[in-house]
């Protein structure tokens, strides 16, 4: 079977799945992240913006992935996160793009100050990042 290539589809969008995969190799359970949209009130010239949520310990965590002129956009955008979260889980996509999307992300390229601000927010992974 030939497979998809996940960088057809846009950066925030990749961005959101490193993210969730973030999340996932710092200990958090999948029912404990969440992909979001709504206001954001640090870019308020946007209509909606796209978040990766964290909830752990009694908190909230967001990473804010992009903003959006619409509401619709935003929705459009969610849309294209379940299609990759499905490809990405069903094989569909190729692993080892997947492996340069993930070590190539902005998370990632950002650890050390990704694992600050979860400290800072009070959240403590389970499991130390490799």
Request: net charge negative.
């Amino acid at each position: 079977m030939k497979k998809l290539d996940p960088m057809q589809y846009p950066e925030p969008i990749r961005e959101c799945w490193a993210v969730h995969q973030a999340f996932r190799a710092l200990g958090f359970a999948p029912e404990e992240i969440y992909v979001a949209i709504g206001k954001d009130a640090r870019h308020p010239q946007f209509e909606a913006a796209l978040f990766v949520v964290l909830r752990a310990q009694g908190k909230e965590f967001l990473v804010t992935l992009d903003g959006y002129a619409s509401e619709a956009a935003a929705e459009a955008a969610v849309n294209q996160w379940e299609a990759f979260a499905t490809f990405s889980n069903d094989g569909t996509f190729d692993e080892g793009v997947l492996k340069v999307i993930y070590d190539t992300s902005n998370v990632i390229q950002n650890k050390v100050e990704f694992i600050t601000a979860l400290y800072n927010k009070g959240i403590r992974p389970s499991r130390e990042w490799s």
